[in-house]
């Protein structure tokens, strides 16, 4: 069964046996939240369903989940988990990002913590394209320490692309600037969440000042034709996950996201689930909603999900 009709007869199974990508997913997050209440043995309180934005989603995080995962083991279960529950939905290609503070839970710091990353690469070849993206928060930005680890882990190879997140408020892109330039010169990829909760000025201004390949979110951008004209000439994707969207606020229901506004107006966009311990809805669960919720035609859908596998191709 193809895609198309998978999703236009609400075939889970077959949705999930169609290869897919997942380029906006956090490593820490990225396993579902039921596998964690199987490990330690017993459940934890879910999420709330709508959260005003990220401050309630790391307080939720900070209050639950960091106890059963903030240590290296708990991290080192949730990768490998993640890896399959990613290969259980379909995806083939992930851009996964692994924060640089994660090089904290090793004793050789950023060395440590690649042999492990590598070790999660080799383990699933041939299964999923797994490929590491650095981390690194805004919050971060001040932190001498974090920020050497962060030019030690671009150094280090492992690194296929670098995503910047968290609040924009609290560091101004030029801030990150020579961490993005040596990124660059280390022939990564680079990325930044910006436009999560509105800012279609912010989403352009960021994109120059960082040289920005990709835009996490940049759902803002919706705000002005102007700047989605200018992201659809400069051909940046946007790397959508509208359970994300919903749950914190950024958007008010599925039907309403403006993932439509940005794909009629000629922008790259793919879908993603950004962390599935806290939304918990797979890549195939976010295709089958966007549909279900009619946002898109099966037909769209399947664009959305070609042209994402041939850009990473
Ligand atoms: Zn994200």
């Not at 007869?9 to 990508?21: G, M, W």
């Not at 403006?258 to 918990?280: E, K």
Request: with cysteine; glycine share 8%.
């Amino acid at each position: 069964m193809d895609f198309v009709e998978a999703l236009s007869t609400d075939n889970l199974t077959a949705i999930r046996a169609t290869p897919k990508t997942d380029v906006h997913c956090h490593a820490f997050f990225s396993t579902r939240l039921e596998n964690i209440e199987r490990w330690i043995g017993h459940s934890l309180t879910k999420p709330p369903p709508k959260m005003n934005g990220l401050e309630e989603m790391m307080a939720y995080a900070d209050a639950v989940l960091a106890s059963p995962i903030k240590h290296r083991e708990g991290f080192e279960f949730v990768g490998v988990s993640a890896m399959n529950d990613a290969i259980q939905d379909g995806v083939v290609m992930l851009e996964m990002s692994f924060d640089i503070r994660l090089a904290e839970f090793y004793p050789d710091g950023v060395a440590g913590l690649c042999a492990f990353i590598e070790t999660l690469v080799e383990r699933f070849r041939g299964q999923a394209d797994l490929r590491p993206e650095l981390g690194f928060s805004r919050g971060n930005a001040d932190d001498p320490k974090l920020t050497s680890l962060a030019y030690e882990a671009v150094e280090s190879g492992t690194f296929q692309s670098i995503d910047l997140y968290s609040r924009q408020e609290v560091c101004p892109p030029e801030v990150m600037k020579p961490l993005f330039t040596k990124a660059r010169e280390a022939g990564m990829k680079l990325k930044a969440h910006v436009g999560e909760f509105g800012g279609a000025e912010e989403v352009r201004r960021t994109v120059e000042v960082l040289d920005l390949d990709e835009v996490q979110h940049g759902i803002g951008a919706a705000e002005s034709v102007e700047i989605m004209r200018w992201l659809s000439e400069n051909q940046i994707q946007l790397n959508v996950c509208p359970t994300s969207n919903v749950m914190l606020g950024g958007v008010s229901d599925l039907a309403s996201h403006p993932i439509r506004i940005l794909f009629d107006n000629g922008i790259s966009v793919t879908i993603n689930t950004d962390d599935l311990m806290i939304f918990g809805q797979s890549v195939s669960e976010e295709y089958r909603n966007l549909y279900r919720a009619g946002v898109f035609s099966a037909e769209e859908l399947d664009d959305i999900r070609h042209a994402s596998l041939e850009a990473h191709d």
